[in-house]
Nanobody
Framework: QVQLVESGGGLVPPGGSLRLSCSAS????????MGWYRQAPGKQRELVAT???????TYADSVKGRFTITRDNVKNMVYLEMNSLKPEETAVYYCRADGRERGSDFGTWGQGTQVTVSS
């Protein structure tokens, strides 16, 4: 099993920046992708950015050029650098790990961290 703990959320003004961190523990050797998702009030959870263990990155179109995902495989961390934040990006941001263990795929979520973009 994999456990995820996010940190770094908070209140930021429009146009500001924030860096989210996610720490993974447990069966980290089984992880093949990690990423960030977000869920705004009344909306479905959506993909923000992911990165596979081979370094392949995927971004939502709405964040391309403003957000950057990075993984530190030595520290078992994944980060999301967010720039030029917009009020509509206020949401709970979740870290996710996808992996395979004992022949079965799994997906694990962190508890989420609130990001509020407001003046």
């Amino acid at each position: 099993q994999v456990q995820l703990v996010e940190s770094g959320g908070g209140l930021v003004p429009p146009g500001g920046s924030l860096r989210l961190s996610c720490s993974a523990s447990g069966s980290i050797f089984s992880i093949y992708a990690m990423g960030w998702y977000r869920q705004a009030p009344g909306k479905q959870r959506e993909l923000v950015a992911t990165e596979t263990s081979f370094g392949r990155q995927t971004y939502a179109d709405s964040v391309k050029g403003r957000f950057t995902i990075t993984r530190d495989n030595v520290k078992n961390m994944v980060y999301l650098e967010m720039n030029s934040l917009k009020p509509e990006e206020t949401a709970v941001y979740y870290c996710r790990a996808d992996g395979r263990e004992r022949g079965s795929d799994f997906g694990t979520w962190g508890q989420g961290t609130q990001v509020t973009v407001s003046s």
